[in-house]
């Protein structure tokens, strides 16, 4: 409860420390309307442009599912040649 009595609460999202990769079942919509699968990930499928382009509902349901299915087992942040995203949380949905 917040101090106005408003229920609610604060967390924190360890990514980094407590990583949670494998049990992850977040994607991101950015504001450019890519679909980012992975907070640190450079991958995006571009949804705006195929929505402009008047593609079906199936296909874009296809695309988006098809993302989904290669998204990443786990960022590499910890590893060596890791590249951060140039993006900034608000760009990136975070």
């Known amino acids: 409860t917040f101090a106005d009595g408003a229920p609610g609460g604060i967390g924190f999202i360890s990514s980094v420390s407590q990583a949670f990769c ?8 950015t504001a450019e309307g890519g679909l980012r699968t992975c907070l640190f ?8 442009d195929l929505m402009r382009s008047g593609v079906s509902d199936d296909h874009l ?5 098809t993302a989904i299915w290669r998204k990443e087992e786990g960022h590499l942040i ?8 140039a993006k900034s949380m608000s760009q990136i949905g975070g």
């Open 41 to 48: 990930s450079l991958q995006e499928t571009p949804l705006r």
């Open 61 to 65: 349901g296809s695309v988006i599912e």
């Open 78 to 85: 910890n590893k060596p040649g890791f590249i951060k995203p």
């Open 22 to 29: 494998t049990a992850c079942n977040r994607v991101r919509l």
